[in-house]
Protein backbone atom coordinates (compact mmCIF):
# COMPACT_ATOMS: atom_id res chain seq x y z
CA UNK A 1 0.00 0.00 0.00
CA UNK A 2 1.08 3.66 -1.02
CA UNK A 3 0.71 5.86 1.83
CA UNK A 4 2.11 9.17 0.06
CA UNK A 5 0.76 12.32 0.95
CA UNK A 6 -1.24 12.56 -2.74
CA UNK A 7 -2.83 9.67 -1.99
CA UNK A 8 -4.01 10.06 1.29
CA UNK A 9 -5.65 13.84 0.70
CA UNK A 10 -8.56 12.26 -1.13
CA UNK A 11 -9.47 10.42 1.53
CA UNK A 12 -11.41 11.25 4.66
CA UNK A 13 -9.36 11.44 8.20
CA UNK A 14 -11.62 7.75 8.78
CA UNK A 15 -10.17 6.09 6.29
CA UNK A 16 -6.51 7.35 6.14
CA UNK A 17 -5.97 6.10 9.93
CA UNK A 18 -7.69 2.98 9.14
CA UNK A 19 -5.32 2.69 5.98
CA UNK A 20 -2.65 3.28 8.10
CA UNK A 21 -3.65 0.79 10.59
CA UNK A 22 -3.73 -1.76 8.15
CA UNK A 23 0.13 -0.68 6.56
CA UNK A 24 1.57 -0.98 10.03
CA UNK A 25 -0.11 -4.90 10.67
CA UNK A 26 1.84 -5.74 7.28
CA UNK A 27 4.93 -4.23 8.42
CA UNK A 28 4.72 -5.78 11.57
CA UNK A 29 3.81 -9.17 10.14
CA UNK A 30 6.62 -9.12 7.78
CA UNK A 31 8.91 -7.83 10.11
CA UNK A 32 8.03 -11.33 12.47
CA UNK A 33 8.44 -13.28 9.41
CA UNK A 34 11.46 -12.05 9.19
CA UNK A 35 12.91 -12.38 12.56
CA UNK A 36 10.46 -15.24 13.65
CA UNK A 37 12.71 -15.55 17.15
CA UNK A 38 11.46 -12.46 18.57
CA UNK A 39 7.86 -13.41 19.50
CA UNK A 40 9.67 -15.48 22.06
CA UNK A 41 11.47 -12.60 22.95
CA UNK A 42 8.08 -10.23 23.01
CA UNK A 43 6.61 -13.61 25.44
CA UNK A 44 9.51 -13.74 28.08
CA UNK A 45 9.28 -9.86 28.35
CA UNK A 46 5.25 -10.07 28.54
CA UNK A 47 5.72 -13.04 30.95
CA UNK A 48 8.45 -10.72 32.87
CA UNK A 49 6.10 -7.42 32.92
CA UNK A 50 2.45 -8.38 32.45
CA UNK A 51 0.19 -5.72 33.07
CA UNK A 52 2.39 -4.30 35.46
CA UNK A 53 6.09 -2.82 36.08
CA UNK A 54 9.12 -4.65 36.48
CA UNK A 55 12.57 -4.72 37.58
CA UNK A 56 14.89 -5.37 34.99
CA UNK A 57 18.89 -6.10 35.68
CA UNK A 58 21.34 -6.72 33.01
CA UNK A 59 23.88 -8.93 34.02
CA UNK A 60 26.73 -7.79 31.95
CA UNK A 61 26.32 -4.50 33.72
CA UNK A 62 24.67 -5.26 36.82
CA UNK A 63 22.91 -2.14 36.23
CA UNK A 64 19.52 -2.38 38.05
CA UNK A 65 16.39 -0.54 35.92
CA UNK A 66 12.74 -0.42 37.88
CA UNK A 67 9.30 0.31 36.96
CA UNK A 68 10.25 -1.35 33.23
CA UNK A 69 6.79 -1.40 31.49
CA UNK A 70 6.28 -3.58 28.13
CA UNK A 71 7.45 -1.55 25.25
CA UNK A 72 11.18 -0.06 27.60
CA UNK A 73 11.25 -3.46 28.60
CA UNK A 74 11.40 -5.30 25.19
CA UNK A 75 14.19 -2.13 24.23
CA UNK A 76 16.16 -1.92 27.51
CA UNK A 77 18.02 -5.78 26.81
CA UNK A 78 19.78 -4.61 23.83
CA UNK A 79 19.19 -1.08 23.92
CA UNK A 80 20.76 -0.21 27.45
CA UNK A 81 23.97 -2.17 26.73
CA UNK A 82 24.50 -0.14 23.49
CA UNK A 83 24.16 2.89 25.79
CA UNK A 84 26.78 1.78 28.16
CA UNK A 85 28.72 1.11 25.50
CA UNK A 86 28.77 4.41 23.45
CA UNK A 87 29.09 6.05 27.34
CA UNK A 88 32.33 4.24 27.54
CA UNK A 89 33.60 4.77 24.52
CA UNK A 90 33.58 8.39 25.24
CA UNK A 91 34.89 8.12 28.45
CA UNK A 92 38.10 5.71 26.97
CA UNK A 93 38.36 7.90 24.40
CA UNK A 94 38.23 11.18 26.72
CA UNK A 95 41.23 9.84 29.00
CA UNK A 96 43.29 8.84 26.04
CA UNK A 97 42.63 11.98 24.37
CA UNK A 98 43.22 14.23 27.63
CA UNK A 99 45.03 12.95 30.33
CA UNK A 100 47.42 10.05 28.31
CA UNK A 101 50.27 11.53 26.88
CA UNK A 102 51.68 9.81 24.12
CA UNK A 103 48.54 7.56 23.35
CA UNK A 104 47.25 7.44 19.95
CA UNK A 105 44.41 9.63 20.61
CA UNK A 106 46.15 12.27 22.54
CA UNK A 107 45.23 15.88 20.95
CA UNK A 108 42.55 14.71 19.72
CA UNK A 109 39.40 16.73 20.56
CA UNK A 110 35.77 15.17 21.24
CA UNK A 111 33.33 17.65 20.40
CA UNK A 112 30.10 16.03 19.95
CA UNK A 113 28.38 12.71 20.88
CA UNK A 114 25.23 11.91 19.13
CA UNK A 115 23.75 8.81 19.68
CA UNK A 116 26.49 6.24 17.86
CA UNK A 117 28.77 8.86 17.26
CA UNK A 118 31.79 10.09 18.77
CA UNK A 119 32.66 13.61 16.11
CA UNK A 120 35.72 15.44 16.67
CA UNK A 121 38.94 17.87 15.84
CA UNK A 122 42.34 16.74 15.04
CA UNK A 123 44.89 17.88 13.43
CA UNK A 124 44.83 17.30 10.12
CA UNK A 125 48.48 15.57 9.83
CA UNK A 126 47.27 13.31 12.87
CA UNK A 127 43.36 12.83 11.48
CA UNK A 128 44.31 9.23 9.92
CA UNK A 129 45.44 7.98 13.13
CA UNK A 130 42.63 9.42 14.96
CA UNK A 131 40.22 8.40 12.96
CA UNK A 132 41.41 4.89 13.19
CA UNK A 133 41.80 4.99 17.17
CA UNK A 134 38.70 6.08 17.56
CA UNK A 135 37.00 2.94 16.05
CA UNK A 136 39.10 0.93 17.51
CA UNK A 137 38.23 2.26 20.98
CA UNK A 138 34.55 2.18 20.01
CA UNK A 139 34.59 -1.84 18.63
CA UNK A 140 36.11 -2.72 21.91
CA UNK A 141 34.04 -0.45 23.92
CA UNK A 142 30.83 -2.35 22.57
CA UNK A 143 32.32 -5.52 22.17
CA UNK A 144 33.56 -5.27 26.09
CA UNK A 145 28.71 -5.78 26.40
CA UNK A 146 28.45 -7.60 23.76
CA UNK A 147 31.02 -9.94 23.25
CA UNK A 148 29.80 -12.92 20.86
CA UNK A 149 28.49 -9.81 18.80
CA UNK A 150 30.64 -9.08 15.90
CA UNK A 151 31.51 -5.64 15.33
CA UNK A 152 32.69 -2.64 13.12
CA UNK A 153 33.04 0.92 13.00
CA UNK A 154 34.49 2.40 9.57
CA UNK A 155 36.40 5.92 10.35
CA UNK A 156 35.71 8.54 8.31
CA UNK A 157 37.23 12.23 8.13
CA UNK A 158 35.69 15.33 7.36
CA UNK A 159 35.94 19.16 7.47
CA UNK A 160 32.52 19.50 8.53
CA UNK A 161 29.79 17.03 9.80
CA UNK A 162 27.78 15.71 6.78
CA UNK A 163 25.42 12.65 7.55
CA UNK A 164 26.19 11.33 3.68
CA UNK A 165 29.84 10.97 4.67
CA UNK A 166 31.97 8.19 3.45
CA UNK A 167 35.75 6.80 4.14
CA UNK A 168 38.21 8.24 1.26
CA UNK A 169 42.05 6.91 1.26
CA UNK A 170 44.43 8.28 -0.60
CA UNK A 171 46.60 6.07 -2.92
CA UNK A 172 48.82 5.17 0.34
CA UNK A 173 45.64 3.93 2.15
CA UNK A 174 46.09 6.90 4.34
CA UNK A 175 42.34 8.06 5.61
CA UNK A 176 41.83 11.76 3.99
CA UNK A 177 38.33 13.98 4.81
CA UNK A 178 35.62 13.24 2.52
CA UNK A 179 34.81 16.58 0.38
CA UNK A 180 30.98 15.11 -1.14
Known sequence: MDLTPEWARGLPAAERLAAAIEAAKALKATWLRTWPEMRAYFDWVNDLV???????VLERTG??????G????CNHGFQSLVAHAAKRALWLVSR???AERGAPLYGFRPTLFVHDEIIGESPEHLADQ????LAEV???ALQY?????????EPTLMRRWQKGAKPVYDASGRLIPWEG
Do not use: K, L, Q, S
Open 138 to 140: MVA
Open 145 to 153: YCPDVPIEA
Open 130 to 133: HARR
Open 63 to 68: YVRGDV
Open 96 to 98: EAY
Open 50 to 56: GNARATY
Open 70 to 73: YTDG
